[in-house]
C-alpha cells in the first residue's frame, strides 16, 4: 500500500472527474490520501471531500505561506478554531514562502512560529511549505523544536547538506515528490547520498506531475511513478520503497 502524504485533491481541477480520480489511485495501490488545506476559502471544499471518503482522505488544517498577508489574524484565529474540533491529521501546509513576494516576510515568520506552537500543544505533525526559505524556516523549527514537534518537509528539493540536518532533528521526514523524476532536477542525485531511509511520498497534485506527465495535472495515481523513480535513485526493489514510505508515513500521522 502506498500513501500519498500530500495532495489537493478538493482543488477545482478535479471537479469534473474526482470520484474517478480517487479510483485510479486505489487502482494504483494509493489507498491514503492526506490533504493539506491553503486558506479559509478551501476548507469547505477539503471537508466535503474528506467527509465523501472517509476511509481515503484524511484532513489537514493550516494557513499556508502564500496566504499570508498583512494582517492574518483572522484567518490565524479560525485555524486554530478549527484545529480545537480534533478532527485533523496535521498542521498544514504552513510555512514560509520568499519565492512569489516577500513583502510579509516577518508576518509569514510569524504566522509560521505560531502555528508550529498549536501543534505542539496538539500533539500533531507539520507539515512544511519552505519555497526559497529553508534557512528561514530551519532557524524557527530548531527553536521550537521538542519531543513532540514532528512532520513533513513538504517538496523537499534541497541539498545533501540540507536533507542530513532535516535528519539530524529527529521525527521530521523528507517529502519527495514529482521533481524526483526530473532529469535536470538534482534531487535524484542528492537522495542517492542521502538514502530513502526518512523519505514519504507525495504529489501536490494538481501540481508538479511526474514524468511522463510533467506539465499536465498531477494525481494520486502517479504515487508509484515517484516510487520508482526514487528506487532506482538509492537503489532498492521498489517494493521496499513502498514499505519505508508507507510506515514513515504511518509514523508521521499516527496511525
Known amino acids: 500500500m502506498y500513501i500519498d502524504t500530500h495532495a489537493h485533491l478538493y482543488h477545482k481541477q478535479f471537479d469534473q472527474d474526482r470520484k474517478e480520480m480517487v479510483r485510479r489511485a486505489h487502482d494504483a495501490g494509493v489507498h491514503k490520501l492526506f490533504l493539506p488545506n491553503i486558506d479559509l476559502t478551501s476548507v469547505e471544499a477539503l471537508h466535503l471531500m474528506c467527509d465523501e471518503y472517509p476511509e481515503t482522505c484524511f484532513p489537514m ?43 510579509w516576510i516577518e508576518q509569514q515568520k510569524d504566522a509560521f512560529r505560531q502555528q508550529v506552537r498549536w501543534a505542539k500543544e496538539l500533539a500533531l505533525p507539520v507539515v512544511i511549505h519552505c519555497r526559497e526559505s529553508f534557512e528561514e524556516v530551519m532557524e524557527i523549527i530548531e527553536e521550537e523544536k521538542d519531543d513532540d514537534l514532528t512532520g513533513i518537509f513538504h517538496c523537499f528539493t534541497g541539498t545533501e547538506e540540507d536533507a542530513r540536518r532535516v535528519i539530524a532533528l529527529g521525527g521530521f521526514k523528507l517529502g519527495i515528490g514529482g521533481v524526483i523524476t526530473f532529469p535536470k532536477g538534482g534531487l535524484a542525485e542528492t537522495m542517492s547520498k542521502v538514502g530513502a531511509a526518512h523519505c514519504v511520498l507525495e504529489t501536490d497534485a494538481p501540481y508538479l506531475a511526474p514524468v511522463p506527465f510533467r506539465g499536465k495535472r498531477n494525481e494520486s495515481s502517479y504515487i508509484p511513478l515517484i516510487a520508482e523513480a526514487l528506487a532506482a535513485a538509492v537503489q532498492l526493489p521498489v517494493d521496499e520503497i513502498e514499505r519505508i514510505t508507507t510506515a514513515n508515513a504511518e509514523e508521521i500521522f499516527q496511525e
Open 61 to 103: 488544517m493550516g494557513l499556508h505561506p502564500c496566504s499570508v498577508g498583512e494582517d492574518p489574524s483572522r484567518d490565524l484565529a479560525e485555524v486554530e478554531r478549527l484545529l480545537a474540533t480534533g478532527r485533523y491529521w496535521a498542521v498544514g501546509e504552513i510555512g514560509i514562502d520568499l519565492y512569489w513576494d516577500k513583502t
